[in-house]
């Protein structure tokens, strides 16, 4: 299988064995969990609000869309983790505006024990981009 590794400084590093993005076959973009670091920082952003962590999750994620030549649109399934399942309304207002009702992509979110740096919210997604 043919691939190739994404990375943007515009997001934050991996700090583990993984790596931001993965292109499959040149088509299909696998985009690793992220979470609510500033990339420059390499501090955690919004402190316990979930909205203003989910606002740098989504910054991130779009960071490294751009970098593998992609954009919201290409995007066809999202994974949403969260701490507490009584976010989801607030997660998802910041969610809901980077894509459309009628286009929007296939969703999971669950509720699980804990996140890396006991963040709020993580979100991994799949995208299509076309030759």
Not at 12 to 39: R, T
Not at 55 to 83: C, D, P, R, S, Y
């Amino acid at each position: 299988m043919s691939h190739k590794i994404i990375c943007t400084d515009r997001a934050p590093a991996p700090v583990g064995p993984y790596n931001q993005a993965i292109m499959a076959k040149g088509q299909m973009l696998f985009v690793a969990g992220q979470i609510p670091l500033d990339p420059q920082t390499n501090q955690i952003v919004g402190g316990d609000d979930v909205q203003q962590q989910t606002e740098q999750v989504m910054a991130n994620i779009e960071a490294i869309l751009k970098a593998a030549g992609a954009t919201w649109q290409n995007v066809v399934k999202t994974t949403v983790f969260l701490a507490d399942m009584n976010d989801f309304a607030a997660m998802n207002a910041i969610y809901a505006r980077y894509f459309e009702p009628a286009t929007a992509p296939a969703r999971a979110a669950v509720e699980v024990a804990r996140l890396p740096k006991d963040v709020r919210v993580e979100i991994e997604c799949i995208a299509m981009i076309s030759d």
